[in-house]
């Protein structure tokens, strides 16, 4: 941990606000003084940070910056050294702060908001940050919509758009609220003028200087009442684990608390999209036929069972037929092996076709191509299509009439937890009443 310490850059943390929406509880405290679990916000930050390995903390303050210097002192109570840089007479606005603290914050430096708890591992950040040799790196979290309006449209470790007013359906991500830059990022600013960070951003990803950096747990933050309430509910609850029988965090706890994120995140309009894509496909009497590869073509089997038995479907799964599935590989290749079989099958508009994937397929990156095969003759045929897939859906979610995604919360358990959620949601599908007709055995037995 001393070693971690010793080389990472100091964190600016943005503490200069008005903090005007939680009025009037800070009329007469800065926001970073709020109490949260019994202390004052600034002083979970912190404890935050230290665990991290920062030692170098420069507060960049305004409102009520006397009360915030005098709370915190130097740092080293927490082993620390703290600056201050303060706003000066007139607003500078979050860049702006930042361009007046270059001269104690140095060549480069992690930035994060004073109303903002984020649990992630900053070395790890630093190490992409280098790696990618830009200017500067903003850590984005797949939002979904979720926690605020998501405002980064992020594609395959790049950060395609970003913009808080003009937003647009393929913006899934948002700003998580740490970042990391060079000087440099900020020369071309003149100093002591107002500059909103965003614009920081906006200009390195326009020149190509921009680097993104995926975290896996959400962002609490203070910034509102609600937001108070659920950051005190979650260092409550970590506190209390923390201090149950004196264990750390095991791996369960880790993929289980995922699980509840998942769970929290899942798009629950989407899941009814595809209830309704089903209920139409058997009004019409159209079949079903699940596709789906490795763990998931185990999920399209036990499906299978399910829609035929419990929502009356007339359901097949090719891979349910090994001699075909390997017949057809072995004579004609693993990539049209579904195709073929849903053309041997007559597939019709009438029909539809649900596939369980972890991404989704992509010819591009030869992932899965039998599903993109299958999903084109699909379209062509015009039949329904949905999905329950991971990552970022592929091309299952692109052409799909309803698709639900399952949201990645750890970039390293993507298959697990996709496998794990397809169980989840398709269970929930033979369980709605609106596609129910039989009841399952435990439940009807008194």
């Not at 596709?291 to 097949?316: I, M, P, Q, T």
């Amino acid at each position: 941990m001393t070693q971690m310490a010793q080389r990472l850059p100091p964190v600016a943390i943005l503490a200069g606000g008005l903090a005007t929406r939680l009025r009037p509880l800070t009329e007469t405290i800065p926001k970073a003084l709020v109490e949260v679990a019994g202390r004052p916000f600034a002083e979970h930050q912190v404890e935050l940070l230290r665990r991290q390995g920062v030692t170098d903390v420069v507060w960049l303050v305004g409102y009520r910056a006397d009360q915030i210097e005098a709370e915190l002192g130097d740092g080293s109570r927490w082993g620390m050294r703290f600056t201050y840089v303060h706003d000066g007479p007139e607003l500078l606005g979050t860049g702006g702060a930042l361009r007046r603290a270059l001269p104690v914050l140095g060549d480069r430096f992690f930035v994060m908001y004073g109303d903002s708890y984020l649990e992630c591992d900053f070395a790890a950040v630093e190490r992409a940050f280098l790696d990618a040799g830009r200017s500067g790196l903003m850590t984005v979290f797949r939002n979904e919509g979720l926690f605020d309006t998501s405002n980064v449209e992020f594609s395959d470790g790049r950060i395609v758009r970003y913009d808080k007013r003009q937003r647009t359906s393929a913006m899934r991500y948002i700003d998580w609220g740490l970042g990391m830059f060079t000087a440099g990022a900020f020369a071309r600013y003149p100093p002591d003028q107002p500059l909103d960070l965003a614009t920081v951003y906006q200009d390195l990803l326009a020149a190509g200087d921009l680097a993104g950096f995926e975290v896996a747990n959400r962002f609490y933050e203070v910034g509102s009442p609600q937001g108070i309430a659920d950051t005190e509910t979650y260092l409550k609850a970590e506190g209390r684990r923390q201090k149950a029988e004196g264990r750390r965090m095991t791996y369960t706890d880790q993929h289980l608390d995922e699980a509840i994120r998942i769970l929290q995140q899942i798009d629950r309009a989407a899941v009814e999209r595809v209830v309704s894509v089903l209920a139409d496909v058997r009004r019409r009497g159209g079949r079903l036929f699940f596709l789906g590869v490795g763990g998931s073509a185990g999920n399209c089997g036990h499906a299978v069972n399910d829609f035929r038995k419990l929502a009356g479907f007339e359901a097949y799964a090719p891979t349910d037929n090994v001699s075909e599935l390997t017949a057809r590989t072995n004579d004609e290749g693993w990539e049209t092996v579904f195709v073929a079989w849903l053309k041997g099958s007559r597939l019709r508009k009438e029909d539809g076709v649900f596939v369980f994937s972890v991404g989704g397929g992509s010819l591009e990156k030869n992932v899965s191509p039998n599903l993109v095969r299958a999903l084109q003759h699909a379209r062509d045929v015009g039949a329904a299509i949905v999905g329950v897939v991971g990552r970022d859906g592929g091309y299952t979610a692109q052409v799909a009439d309803a698709c639900v995604i399952v949201p990645t919360v750890n970039p390293e358990a993507v298959t697990p937890h996709s496998e794990a959620f397809q169980a989840v949601v398709w269970h929930l599908l033979v369980s709605h009443p609106a596609l129910k007709v039989n009841a399952t055995k435990w439940e009807s037995t008194r």
